[in-house]
């Protein structure tokens, strides 16, 4: 599908026009999405679904930078002054939205949508990954993407019981004199944790109790009840998320397979590696992984035949982000999210390698399979295997 043109910014002087490009979904399903937030501390969950959805003329779509103050959180990541580069960022990027339909009605489905819960990157949040959460969900999964309140996210909030009342909880570097392992292994293990917690609320659903969502969207969850088969669950995650995808499947045998996207396997512990039970689809782009994080996945596969690697040639890191749509030179420069691949066609090795190995291990009756020669690194910039590059981790 053609990307829906969106209104381009002006940013004279700043480097270019900025807009933001993101396809549509290539599945059968129109795609609609919603917030959920459910508890009233930080103790609570906070996501995005991305779902199948009835067309609805004149839908609305939702922004892509959700809130002005996940601006902020961005200059924080990338070490910029918040004073000049959040309301940068705001006015290049502010108004961009997603091409899916904000709180479109699910379509109703007799068999259920497999789910997937998704777990974002270090100063990432919850819309960073629409481009391939809305791919998924078009070719008929529930996709559920986490913005996790371990100070990982660029920025994220929840709502006290007092009315209209929020607290954010900010992007938090690795304190000084702390050993970043420590501080990143306590993050891995609660973003797991968070992933574990958004199953068991959609088990909640599906058993009929009453999730009350704190932002009081016009989506009730409890359409979800039939609608998701929760015997077919995947984790999945980009960086950060990737590593936390690969713990959640210790943690929760709900979880069949995870699919980690350019994972950053530094901060889960040795011992650990021996408890991964299931099968993991790791997709790296060329200009990230390092000798010892590849070492890692090489354990894994060492003891899983199911497990695979494969690199996307001619990306790099956020090319496996929305980041990637981005037209214009400063945003690009900045982040440095732009690699030689096309990022339409990077989307569509990942997803469809994603989507053959979740066929595989969610024993999906769909035509996924047709796309298994990706997961043997077999196809146009595809290789097995991680070439190994020393990345500036």
């Known amino acids: 599908a053609d990307p829906i043109p969106l209104p381009r910014l002006g940013c004279s002087g700043m480097g270019g026009t ?28 906070f996501f995005r679904l991305f779902y199948p ?23 924080d990541f990338a070490h910029r002054s918040r004073r000049w580069f959040a309301p940068l960022l705001s006015v290049a990027i502010g108004s961009c939205r997603v091409p899916v339909s904000w709180n479109g009605p699910l379509k109703p489905s007799s ?23 809305s791919e ?9 993407a986490l913005e996790h309140r371990d100070h990982s996210a660029s920025a994220t909030y929840f709502c006290p019981a007092e009315a209209g009342r929020e607290e954010w909880i900010p992007y938090q570097r690795v304190p000084q004199g702390q050993k970043e392992f ?9 973003r797991a944790e968070e992933c574990v917690q958004a199953l068991r609320l959609f088990e909640d659903i599906r058993s009929g109790k009453s999730v009350p969502n704190a932002l009081h969207q ?30 959640a499947l210790v943690k929760e045998p709900g979880f069949r397979c995870a699919v980690a996207l350019d994972a950053w396997m530094f901060p889960l512990e040795n011992a650990l590696y021996p408890e991964v039970p299931k099968p993991v689809l790791f997709i790296n782009t060329e200009k990230f992984q390092t000798p010892e994080s590849v070492a890692k996945m090489k354990r894994l596969s060492s003891r899983n035949s199911q497990t695979k690697i494969i690199t996307i040639l001619g990306s790099v890191h956020l090319s496996q982000t929305d980041f990637a749509f981005l037209t214009g030179k400063l945003v690009s420069r900045i982040f440095g999210a732009r690699g030689t691949l096309d990022p339409c066609k990077g989307l569509d090795i990942t997803s469809q390698a994603a989507l053959a190995f979740l066929q595989r291990h969610l024993n999906l009756q769909e035509e996924f399979g047709r796309w298994d020669n990706l997961l043997e690194g077999v196809g146009d910039s595809v290789v097995p295997e991680a070439p190994f590059c020393r990345s500036n981790l």
């Open 182 to 190: 420590y501080f990143r292994n306590k993050q891995v293990h609660q």
């Open 111 to 133: 068999s259920g949508y497999p789910l997937i819960i998704f777990s974002h990157g270090l100063g990432a949040f919850r819309t960073l990954y629409s481009s391939i959460c």
């Open 218 to 247: 016009d989506f009730d969850l409890s359409v979800l009840k039939d609608s998701v088969d929760l015997t077919k669950v995947a984790v999945m995650g980009h960086s950060f998320g990737g590593v936390t995808a690969v713990l």
């Open 18 to 45: 900025q807009s933001l490009a993101l396809p549509l979904g290539k599945g059968p399903h129109h795609v609609g999405c919603t917030d959920v937030m459910v508890g009233r501390t930080q103790q609570g969950l």
């Open 53 to 75: 959805c009835l067309p609805r003329a004149g839908a609305e779509r939702p922004l892509w930078i959700p809130r002005y103050e996940y601006c902020g959180g961005l200059a």
């Open 136 to 144: 998924l969900a078009s070719w008929g999964f529930a996709v559920a």
